[in-house]
């Protein structure tokens, strides 16, 4: 194996290293509230990577916009409207689900100290919507 190859494997798994212990350390798992303050999500580890559910409404709803007519009946609160794999130190992509549309988007998060700054987009990234929820616990 040539010198430039190995220096090259070393460097990568390194990079691997750092990343990981880089993400490690800030615990992104907790409570957040949205902008407007009306809804709790708990994000919590998950068989995709991170998972968000509703848990908390100001005014409960029942999820009447879901394309799926049987769902139209159940509570927003307990959905699980968030799922997230990571991307890179603090940041994540999957989808979102807007309980008040019904309509599910591709969408990123970023992770700072107290809060998460998500984007949901559609028509592959071209128009997207960003929200920041604060860290409740």
């Not at 040539?2 to 615990?27: D, P, W």
């Not at 999820?63 to 049987?70: G, K, L, M, R, T």
């Not at 949901?120 to 920041?132: F, H, I, Q």
Request: proline share 2%.
């Amino acid at each position: 194996m040539s010198n430039y190859l190995k220096f090259g494997l070393s460097l990568l798994l390194a990079s691997t290293i750092v990343t990981g212990a880089m993400a490690q350390s800030q615990n992104i798992t907790g409570t957040y509230i949205n902008e407007s303050g009306g809804t709790k999500v708990k994000l919590s580890d998950c068989e995709v990577g991170l998972c968000g559910t509703v848990i908390w409404m100001k005014n409960p709803v029942n999820d009447v916009n879901n394309p799926d007519a049987s769902k139209r009946d159940r509570s927003v609160v307990g959905i699980q409207a968030v799922s997230l794999k990571s991307t890179g130190p603090a940041t994540f992509a999957g989808s979102l689900y807007d309980t008040e549309s019904g309509k599910t988007y591709s969408g990123k998060a970023k992770f700072s100290e107290k809060n998460v700054e998500l984007s949901g987009c559609v028509l592959g990234g071209l128009l997207c919507k960003t929200s920041v929820w604060q860290r409740v616990e």
